[in-house]
Nanobody, 115 residues
Framework: QVYLKDSGGDLVQAGGSLRVSCAAS????????MDWYRQTPGNQRELVAT???????NYADSVKGRFTISRNNARNTLYLQMNNLKPEDTAVYYC?????????WGQGTQVTVSS
């Protein structure tokens, strides 16, 4: 059973930094492509960043240059380092993987950026 546990969300001031994490189990993590999404009330989940099994990354334009996705395959953990946070980054952040044809999601972690 694949299980993704998101953590690290917090209340931060605009301009601040935060790192959220996703601990994975039940998956061969080193071959799994991983993503971070975010969602605000009334809106669809938005893809924020992706990282392939080989470490290739891609970012939404809204976070490019401010956010960094990374993975520690030895620890089965995915990270999202968020710098220069803005109020519009306020959302629930979810990690995700599409693994052997199925989608798996973390439970989400709340990031709130105050102005």
């Amino acid at each position: 059973q694949v299980y993704l546990k998101d953590s690290g969300g917090d209340l931060v001031q605009a301009g601040g930094s935060l790192r959220v994490s996703c601990a994975a189990s039940g998956v061969n993590f080193k071959i799994a492509p991983m993503d971070w999404y975010r969602q605000t009330p009334g809106n669809q989940r938005e893809l924020v960043a992706t990282i392939t099994s080989g470490g290739g990354t891609n970012y939404a334009d809204s976070v490019k240059g401010r956010f960094t996705i990374s993975r520690n395959n030895a620890r089965n953990t995915l990270y999202l380092q968020m710098n220069n946070l803005k109020p519009e980054d306020t959302a629930v952040y979810y990690c995700h993987t599409h693994y052997y044809g199925r989608d798996f999601w973390g439970q989400g972690t709340q990031v709130t950026v105050s102005s």
